[in-house]
């Protein structure tokens, strides 16, 4: 995407390396996210995200592990915070990482456009989750590599 085709401005790039866990526990069904990467960004109504994220994952457990993730995005200023409503805004990605794989890179990226209906001054927080599961789980973890992840959301507007 450039601003020069698409009639976009270009309002700021922001980027994270900080991945947030270190590890995900493996559950024996899917759909318990954990998030990954996590950048805030100020926004407003209409404004076009072009985002993009990674990250790599090490089984070390043993036996076959299906992995899901997917950006999700939410209001930082609602008041209410992480317990506020959560929005999925890419399409789910996943495989499995099984014993021979060992690793697995998470690559997924989006356009997205802020509602709306979004409030004035509030900031969106996008966010990189993960699911690690599988039917032999037994307490253990997926490693979250630490060296390997990357979000970072292009914020732009329309020309007036």
């Known amino acids: 995407m450039t601003a020069s085709t698409d009639g976009l401005t270009l309002l700021g790039i922001y980027p994270t390396q900080e991945v947030v866990p270190s590890r995900i526990l493996v559950r024996n069904k899917a759909g318990t996210y954990a998030t990954l990467l996590r950048v805030v960004v ?38 209410l915070g992480t317990a506020g409503e959560w929005t999925p805004i890419s399409s789910l990605c996943g495989d499995n990482v099984d014993k021979p794989r060992h690793h697995m890179p998470a690559l997924t990226d989006t356009i997205y456009t802020v509602p709306k209906d979004w409030p004035q001054g509030h900031r969106m927080t996008v966010v990189l989750r993960g699911d690690a599961h599988s039917t032999a789980a037994d307490g253990q973890y997926l490693t979250v590599d630490q060296a390997y992840g990357q979000l970072t959301v292009r914020r732009y507007q329309r020309a007036a």
């Open 42 to 79: 100020p926004v407003d109504a209409g404004d076009v995200l072009d985002i993009t994220g990674r990250a790599r994952v090490t089984n070390d457990c043993g036996y076959t592990i299906g992995f899901g993730y997917h950006l999700w995005q939410y209001d930082v200023d609602n008041g």
